[in-house]
């Protein structure tokens, strides 16, 4: 395998009269039209507009108002960056002072661009019930990709898609775009260090890497242009494939997560300033804000919830993608030592409840699963801050199907189960589609309440109250309800230290 890629590495002209090759987009005429969309929560009444064009931009702009007729606002930034191998340019404009729980209008200034929507994000301490999408480990579709064949009346028809694709999850997120407020998805997006298995990408690696990304982003950006989509790193982030120890083999601009950073890097959050009265809970979440790390490690806050991604692949003892770790991708870091868990401890120590009652965190690898492949390195860095500060509910991904867990501590189910339970609970949304496929349910563990691998599915939260949340967990191709469980819990202190 390893001569393989280094062949794929040497020998592009080759490609051409042997196969195919990559299935790179065509570039457009004008090359200022914006592609691959993307908004995010950047900070309290805070929307990042992100977009790639296939050039450099000296001023990226957008127009932004609370009616699609009167675009009366504009924020511009110089922010227009790319990498080695990338045929694109990543652009980021932050709009700032938005009204709270507002519809606005904005349009991305080209000469080939439309007006969109999106929701703003809820203050702090809103308590209007909300839902969330959580969907993980989503690839791209079609000749790089993986397409199941299904009803063919649940073809997808939204816009950059073709419709000969059956794409059910991000169609099922279109079908349903009115009844969630954002997305969060910890790692796993697109799948491009995957080229290699297709045989029309063999000898022409380095583009087929980048074609992938490319049809993916596309494919993604009528959800990802309208919805806040929230992100933090997978194991396919990492590097240009993913065999162990032949990294050297990526070319410049295809390693440690080189692309993931360009996107993402000045979309998503640095940790919020305190909304608490408590002069302790301000300290904490200042402490936090400087050791964040976006878009590795940072947190937001929604309404009636204070929401931390993580990074379970580099950036603490015995990371599986870090420098000599388990899984040969020798990545990172990407802070000072123990900032990361540092950042984790202070940000979760300044989550003050009668604010922000509800506590999630998000991260790519789970330690509790179905078929044994759990990250023990992982749950032995961040399990014991979970419980200490009562993460109530704890989303991953990394195993490609959808399961639920009973509120769970050192391997053991609280004994108040779904009623006021002191550890958190655990759930696994990482069936939403790639083209690795589904995994096998495999063996069990006794405090496992729902596990399913039979089609694509994803995870939608609910905060029904400041004491109630709801998880239902949703088969991609008809919208039907696999699995429901309500969590109470009664958030009676202010600060939780258990």
Not at 117 to 122: A, L, Q, Y
Not at 331 to 351: M, N, R, T, W
Request: charged residues 15%.
């Amino acid at each position: 395998m390893v001569n393989l890629l280094a062949l794929a590495q040497r020998l592009p002209l080759l490609a051409s009269c042997v196969i195919a090759g990559a299935s790179l987009p065509s570039i457009p005429t004008d090359l200022t039209t914006p592609f691959q969309q993307r908004l995010a929560i950047n900070g309290p009444n805070a929307i990042s507009v992100g977009w790639n064009t296939y050039q450099k931009l000296d001023k990226p702009c957008v127009q932004y108002g609370t009616s699609s007729d009167a675009l009366t606002s504009q924020a511009c930034s110089t922010n227009s960056v790319t990498y080695p191998s990338s045929r694109t340019h990543a652009n980021v404009v932050i709009l700032t002072g938005l009204s709270p729980a507002t519809t606005y209008y904005y349009k991305i200034e080209s000469t080939n661009s439309s007006v969109e929507h999106f929701f703003s994000p809820r203050i702090a301490g809103d308590t209007t019930p909300f839902a969330m999408n959580a969907v993980i480990d989503l690839g791209v579709y079609g000749a790089d990709g993986y397409t199941i064949e299904m009803d063919e009346t649940k073809r997808d028809t939204i816009p950059h898609i073709d419709p000969s694709l059956n794409h059910t999850t991000i169609n099922q997120l279109a079908n349903t775009v009115d009844d969630y407020e954002f997305i969060v998805h910890p790692g796993d997006f697109a799948y491009a260090d995957d080229w290699i298995l297709r045989p029309k990408n063999l000898f022409d690696g380095e583009d087929a890497f980048q074609a992938i990304l490319e049809q993916f982003y596309d494919q993604l950006s009528p959800i990802s242009g309208r919805k806040a989509y929230m992100a933090s790193p997978g194991n396919h982030e990492a590097a240009c494939q993913e065999i162990p120890f032949t990294t050297g083999l990526c070319p410049a601009g295809q390693k440690n997560f080189t692309d993931f950073m360009n996107r993402f890097g000045d979309t998503m959050s640095t940790a919020f300033p305190s909304t608490s009265a408590a002069e302790a809970a301000k300290v904490n979440a200042n402490k936090a804000q400087l050791l964040s790390n976006p878009p590795f490690w940072y947190s937001f806050e929604y309404g009636m919830l204070h929401f931390v991604m993580i990074n379970t692949e580099t950036d603490f003892d015995d990371a599986p993608d870090g420098k000599g770790g388990s899984a040969g991708l020798n990545s990172g870091p990407f802070g000072a030592p123990d900032q990361q868990l540092q950042f984790l401890e202070a940000d979760l120590a300044s989550v003050d409840r009668t604010v922000t009652p509800w506590l999630l965190v998000g991260g790519h690898r789970p330690w509790y699963t179905t078929g044994g492949k759990g990250c023990k390195p992982c749950q032995e860095a961040f399990e014991p801050l979970f419980y200490k500060y009562g993460v109530d509910l704890a989303i991953f991904g990394h195993v490609h199907n959808s399961q639920r867990f009973q509120p769970a501590y050192k391997d053991t189910a609280d004994p108040k189960g779904m009623n006021d339970p002191a550890a958190p609970m655990y759930i696994v949304a990482g069936g939403a589609g790639n083209i690795e496929g589904l995994s096998a349910v495999g063996s069990n563990v006794s405090f496992n309440s729902f596990a399913y691998a039979d089609d694509f599915s994803y995870a939608k939260v609910n905060f029904l109250s400041a004491n109630d949340l709801q998880v239902d967990f949703i088969r991609s191709s008809t919208g039907e309800v696999l699995d429901t469980s309500v969590l109470h819990k009664s958030h009676k202190q202010q600060f939780v230290v258990q």
